[in-house]
């Protein structure tokens, strides 16, 4: 992180602390000629020194020299030690000395000119990064440098005291200077590569701990560097601290590696097919610290459950002792550890919070009631009171009437027991069950879905291919069956009411066939419609127990145990999705070429019971009382009925043969990839050895 964010608002620092030199620390290193400060100094210069520095001994140059370094040491320009800066780059001068100074002495002056350049930069940087905008790590830090600047200037003001005794030599000086240089130096290098780059927040902190790793060969300079790491990470550990134990982001300058999206809300997980709020309501930034890139992970989950049991109105905080303090950082780890601990706190908590309370078990059951038909005794009453209006046009079908009627099948059936079926409402699609398929967005899990091209969508839709039920989930249980958990439900309970109205359709050419088997209808094609109609039916009947109990079933136990085990409610996300990911497989929802295949002998299923019951109730309504005066023209008449049923049923009969035979290779080739195709592919081959 470079920058901050510019989308955070700041208080800005007065012109006047900046335009007021002597408000800044650099009214000393200003010579302007038009200044009566300028000119006092000029006159006392001119007083004492007139001449250049070697017109004196030894002796005299030495105390000179020590008198303006001690001034250079603190920033301030001597008589004979000056400052040459470049003009608009406050970080590149030097430090010049009189030419005519007796070379030993340049020699051991200029050993003392880089410790009073770090100091220049350091104070540089301590006033320039207080500002409000530069954020809190650089605060933090600023103070830490000027904390050290402290002790710095102490130092100097002891040399300056025995200078004033005579107890101070030149050698003596550069002596005293030598165990500060390195460290000076050293921060000096820092933060000239923190100014260049505007670093703030973690960058700040990664720079300084990279060069304290830097450092690992001089143990004085690193435990420094490490100092200042551990005093410019307080702040940033006090927003973690927040975070990972509260749910809070305190980050007024945008330095925390976590983003908050506030346009997100967590209704829209009822509305949005991505779930953007759970994976977008909070996110990691760029630039997480190095020591916290192995957790970050973790940290972002521990603040967005504490988040969730929050906005539930379920204040709670996780417990904290002297112990679990995340005010420092350092080799033994102890901050992990206390990450880790205030994590599997805030996950168990949400977890408890939504089994128990909300009842996510009792919800999912509920919708497996519904969605897959566990409990169909409902659906059977309502396709019954509602097969009406199911059987209009699209856009004739009242949705009003049939959650009406849904209403009422819930009230008048077992489900009136479940205090969940209220959340039970109705809707109607607009398109078909394989266009819906086709404009799944789920793209990773559905790269076989069908494509658009490849679609043919019926000419005239009703409400039996397009009704479908939707389920109404509260916060925070949307966060578990969001709208694309339900999207996934309702492909799945679309597949199965079809496939229940063809089955009811089928059984009630059965019916009719059982209706004439005691008349006498020696000639006709009837026997053969039986044995067409019970293979139509036993192909149904075979799909729906493939899937029923041999897709449905197995996978929900197996979901609902791992349920029962789950650490975490993302663990709870995950299972549940993988549930209805493999149903969907399952289902051959998505298998698209299998899929049209099966819609194929659907239609061909309602086409021949329409057709069938038609048929048979001219035959029977045509067929002659016993008389000995029939003529001869009732029998052409009787005759001829026969052959159009007869040509009917062996259409129907070749169709169906030659749909199902054509799935043979499908699943053959599918089951090896599939298993659970097996018995699917030896139920509906056995059929097509039946015919």
Known sequence: MSEMNSSISCPSTPRWNSERPFLTGRFHQETKTTSRFAADIKDSHTLGFQDAIGCYNAAVQELVVIDDLLSALVGIQGRYISIKRVRAREDDFTFQVDASMDLALQELAKRVFPLCESFILINQFV?????FKNGLVNHAFAAALRALLLDYQAMVAQLEHQFRLGRLSLQGLWYYCQPMMGSMQALSTVIQKASANNFVGSAVLNLVQSQAKAMAGDTAVRSLLEKMAECASNAYLGILERWVYEGVIDDPYGEFFIAENKSLQKESLTQDYDAKYWRQRYSLKDGIPSFLANIAGTILITGKYLNVMRECGHHVQVPVSENSKLMSFGSNHRYIECIK?????????????????????????????????????????????????LMKKLDDISVEKLQSLLDLALRTTAAAADPCHEDLTCCVETSSLLRRLGTVKDREKSRNVLDDNDLEEPLSLTGLETFSLNYKVRWPLS?????????????????????????RQLCGAWQVHQGVRALNMRGSAIGRSSLLCRSMLKFINSLLHYLTFEVLEPNWHVMHNRLQTAKSIDEVIQHHDFFLDKCLRGCLLLLPEFLKKVERLKSLCLQYASATQWLISSLVSEKPKQSKSRSRCQALSINSSNTNFTDAILKFEREFNAELQSLAPILSSSSQAEPYLTHLAQWILGIGNDQ
């Open 127 to 131: 006033e320039s990064r207080s500002q």
């Open 341 to 389: 601990s205030a994590y599997d706190f805030a996950s168990s908590e949400l977890l408890n919070l939504i089994k128990e309370k909300y009842d996510l078990m009792g919800k999912l059951r509920s919708i497996k009631h519904y969605l897959l038909l566990d409990q169909g005794d409902f659906l059977v009453h309502f396709m019954d009171i509602a097969r009406d209006e």
């Open 479 to 503: 966060i578990v069956i969001s709208k694309k958990a339900l999207t996934k439900y309702q492909l799945i309970f679309r597949s199965l009411f079809h496939c229940k109205h063809v089955e």
